[in-house]
């Protein structure tokens, strides 16, 4: 009889639970792991991808959790192996995004002792994950899994962790592998509580969805148009929620809502006497920000019970499943349900006002950079509703979050929890392996890229056809503007310059640079056309930011 260790066991738990790769850097306490998953003959065995550093292969394998809905696998060795997951792990649990995240450790006998590598792994990521264990005895590895898999899936999703001192991964399993876990089901609303939000949204003069990061799933999605085609009403989105509302369906879409309430959608929240929020995260946007000064009523739908503040104090919770109360609300509906001709002039003109901000200035020069809208249409009109395209920290995020357009769920990537820089270019490597048969782009700041840029080669390596644009002024120019609108300069957010298209170069992708508006476009489709990873160089000029923090919204001073 063969006998099965520790990092054989994991592998087969990753194949039971249908995990199809692990990200990660090897070293010692973790290179019994993966020399299993480089030499197993089993062809289910998830493909071991390295990376360049610990925190973008934890964005990667996040990109893979916000993508599928079910957990990316990292593994990283003992040490500053682990600790460089913090910020990935933090930013997938405030956003989210499944992930499980594995750490090599010291022999059991030496996590006491002060020895080489030796940290509280354990309690170092208890704050950064949802759940975080050390395992002790390999016949638990697979349990611990499995564990790990259902606590990161489970509402709301998130990073778990687990640490495996090196001799566990080594040591023979007597017990069986954890079978395939079935998804946990929750129910839908009662009637009761169906026929008090039937009766308020009978009632509401202006009801408005709030479509928040929970409602970006293709369930709740689906139940969302489904809810749309009964009843016209207007859908405003998170950053998170992008892609929500379908291009059939785009005149109920009312802007993104995120970082300054100066936008269309803060004040057709304002106007709302009934605001059903589904699947809202405060750490999206919080509610001292749309909620301020309003007196109707919020119905919050959600599978997770909200974190009640001062601002935030619904007038009916339900905790459910999201879809299929949704879809109840819907067959539960009046026929001819409507709002009235009244209201949709209202809602018309504020649209018509919200679309003509798109326009690009007519009078821009490209002297010091193009503008952010000639980069926004340009990309527009270049990519369909397949593409997906993944958002960098920036002043270019504050842009593309209010100006591109996506009419699918989670094509669309913001970080908007943690505001994390460094994630567009893992994202968008997870999204060129999950979705290889359609166009990716990647979108960053000269600074932001540089964070996670080293994961070019990774792109490179695997050929995967990622475009990546890169919007250069110079500045962590975020950070700049806001500098100047409190203080009247800036302070500490200069930049020196770089060359893209050599960085790109050098590691065998291909580098373009684009110095005027009207090469924008043919530029961007060489680049679509173009076989692996291509950069495309881009100066902007962000004259125009001071805009982005301007005051829209009559009771509100930014």
Do not use: C
């Not at 709301?156 to 954890?178: C, E, H, W, Y």
């Not at 879409?253 to 970082?259: E, F, I, Q």
């Not at 974190?307 to 819907?330: C, F, G, H, M, R």
Request: aromatic share 6%; no cysteine.
């Amino acid at each position: 009889m063969t006998k099965t260790n520790g990092a054989q066991a994991l592998i087969q738990s990753m194949i039971n639970q249908g995990a199809h790769y692990v990200f990660g850097l090897p070293g010692a306490k973790i290179d019994r792991l993966f020399e299993s998953l480089e030499h197993n003959d089993d062809p289910r065995t998830p493909k071991l991808i390295i990376t360049r550093h610990e925190q973008n292969a934890a964005f990667i394998a996040a990109g893979i959790g916000r993508l599928t809905g079910k957990p990316g696998v990292v593994a990283t060795t003992s040490g500053p192996g682990v600790s460089n997951l913090a910020t990935g792990l933090i930013t997938a649990t405030s956003e989210g995004d499944p992930v499980i995240a594995l750490g090599g450790q010291v022999p059991r006998n030496d996590i006491a002792r002060l020895t080489h590598q030796s940290i509280s792994s354990k309690e170092l990521l208890s704050a950064a994950t949802k759940d975080s264990v050390e395992v002790q005895d390999a016949n638990n590895l697979s349990e611990s899994f499995a564990n790990a898999y259902q606590n990161a899936v489970s509402p709301k999703a998130g990073a778990t962790f687990m640490s495996i001192p090196q001799d566990v991964l080594n040591d023979d399993v007597t017990r069986p592998v954890i079978k395939p876990l079935h998804k946990v089901e929750q129910g839908g609303v009662d009637s009761e509580t169906l026929n008090q939000i039937i009766e308020k949204i009978e009632k509401a003069k202006l009801p408005v969805i709030l479509a928040g990061m929970r409602s970006s799933t293709n369930e709740v999605t689906d139940a969302i148009h489904k809810f749309l085609h009964k009843f016209s009403i207007p859908v405003v989105e998170t950053f998170q929620g992008a892609g929500v509302i379908s291009r059939d369906l785009e005149k109920n879409y009312y802007g993104r809502v995120g970082l300054f309430r100066n936008q269309i959608g803060d004040t057709i929240l304002k106007e709302s006497d009934l605001i059903i929020a589904v699947g809202y995260d405060p750490i999206e946007y919080e509610a001292r920000n749309w909620n301020i000064g309003r007196t109707g009523e919020i119905i919050n739908l959600d599978s997770i019970k909200p974190e009640i503040t001062n601002d935030y104090q619904p007038d009916l919770i339900v905790n459910a499943d999201i879809a299929k109360t949704l879809n109840e609300i819907s067959s539960n509906l009046p026929d001819g349900i409507d709002l009235g001709s009244d209201m949709h002039k209202h809602l018309a003109d504020q649209q018509e006002k919200f679309t003509k901000k798109d326009a690009i200035p007519a009078n821009h020069s490209d002297e010091n950079g193009i503008h952010p809208l000639a980069i926004i249409h340009a990309l527009q009109n270049q990519v369909d509703d397949d593409t997906t395209v993944t958002v960098d920290v920036g002043s270019l995020y504050i842009w593309m979050a209010r100006h591109f357009r996506s009419y699918k769920p989670r094509h669309l990537l913001f970080s908007n929890g943690m505001q994390t820089l460094g994630v567009a270019l893992p994202w968008a490597i997870a999204a060129a392996l999950e979705r290889p048969e359609k166009p990716v782009v990647s979108v960053a700041g000269d600074g932001g890229f540089l964070f996670s840029g080293q994961e070019l080669e990774t792109a490179v390596r695997l050929h995967l056809n990622i475009v990546q644009l890169i919007w250069d002024d110079g500045y962590y120019d975020m950070v700049r503007f806001q500098e100047i609108a409190k203080y009247g300069h800036d302070a500490g957010v200069k930049l020196g310059p770089v060359d893209f298209v050599k960085y790109a170069e050098s590691f065998g992708a291909t580098g373009m640079r684009v110095e005027r508006a009207e090469d924008l476009e043919p530029m961007l489709a060489k680049a679509f056309d173009t076989k692996g990873p291509v950069i495309l160089h881009i100066p902007v000029d962000y004259s125009d930011n001071i805009q982005l923090a301007s005051k829209l919204v009559d009771d509100v001073l930014n």
